[in-house]
């Protein structure tokens, strides 16, 4: 499969005739990135796979993983670029692996179906962080609270003048232990 997209790129950007029909799979006398597609959606359906291959998987084996982006992020050669191919991080066929392409990556990006049990995927690590922030959160507000207690006790004792200098200060030792806690 591999060899069929590093011909089809070879190809890229020529017209049908002299380049082979063969590549112009959507028959409109170009080779480009609707040809593309289209091969990316055959291959996935030859394979047994129901969605296309995306943009970025650039191993082909039906995700855009960390993987993926680690390859072309190695791979990298900016918009001035020209000998990559799709395994090395080149989604769009013009030969470099730049921005484009990592933005594309980035966006198709579904971590590895392949090994889901292993590794989270992204709607469970944003489950994750989610609960994360949300203990944070109550671990704030709670303090927040204990703190406003805190005052709300001090004024009216200072109002009752049952306060002294020494409780004050334990007051406020105790409340700065709350916080690093
Ligand atoms: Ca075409
Ligand atoms: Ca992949
Ligand atoms: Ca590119």
Request: aromatic share 8%; hydrophobic share 40%.
């Amino acid at each position: 499969m591999q060899h069929g997209l590093d011909a089809l790129y070879a190809v890229f950007n020529t017209h049908v005739p002299p380049t082979d029909p063969l590549f112009d799979l959507n028959s409109d006398t170009v080779v480009g990135e609707a040809d593309l597609d289209l091969w990316l959606n055959l291959a996935a359906v030859e394979n047994g796979y129901f969605s296309p291959y995306l943009r970025g998987d650039t191993d082909l084996d039906h995700d855009v993983d960390t993987f993926d982006l680690t390859q072309m992020i190695m791979n990298y050669t900016g918009a001035i670029g020209s000998d990559t191919t799709w395994l090395t991080g080149d989604t769009d066929g013009d030969g470099d692996t730049d921005t484009v392409d990592l933005t594309t990556a980035i966006i198709n990006f579904t971590g590895a179906r392949n090994a889901a049990a292993a590794v989270p995927e992204p709607s469970s690590l944003l489950l994750l962080v989610l609960a994360v922030g949300n203990v944070v959160l109550c671990r704030i507000r709670q303090q927040r609270m204990r703190c406003q207690e805190l005052f709300a006790f001090l004024l009216a004792d200072r109002a009752n003048e049952n306060v002294s200098p020494a409780d004050l200060a334990t007051m406020r030792l105790q409340h700065d232990w709350s916080f690093r806690g």
